[in-house]
């Protein structure tokens, strides 16, 4: 059975961090472009971060210089390191693997980012 799920979510204070997980089940993921991909209340959902086969890895704007998407193919998971988070990060965070016409979500992870 294909499955992603992702963790690490959580309520952080400004300027703080957070290390989201997605652990691929049913498929290796190493073939596989990975992906995070969050939505706010009242807004659509955008790409944050993706990592390609061979590592290149490409950002939004808005996360430059304080997010990192990395994956470990031993492990099967997909890492998003979030620092200095803002509150205009608060979002549910998803995690997705694409190849070729075939893609898998997880099932999300709350962040929220709040004094």
């Known amino acids: 059975q294909v499955q992603l799920v992702e963790s690490g979510g959580g309520l952080v204070q400004p300027g703080g961090s957070l290390r989201l997980s997605c652990a691929a089940s049913g498929f290796t993921l190493s073939i596989y472009y990975m992906s995070w991909y969050r939505q706010a209340p009242g807004k659509e959902r955008e790409l944050v971060a993706g990592i390609w086969t061979g590592g290149r890895t490409n950002y939004a704007d808005s996360v430059k210089g304080r997010f990192t998407i990395s994956r470990d193919n031993a492990k099967n998971t997909v890492y998003l390191q979030m620092n200095s988070l803002k509150p205009e990060d608060t979002a549910v965070y998803y995690c997705?693997?694409?190849?070729?016409?075939?893609?898998?979500w997880g099932q999300g992870t709350q962040v929220t980012v709040s004094s």
């Open positions: 997705k693997s694409s190849r070729l016409a075939e893609e898998f």
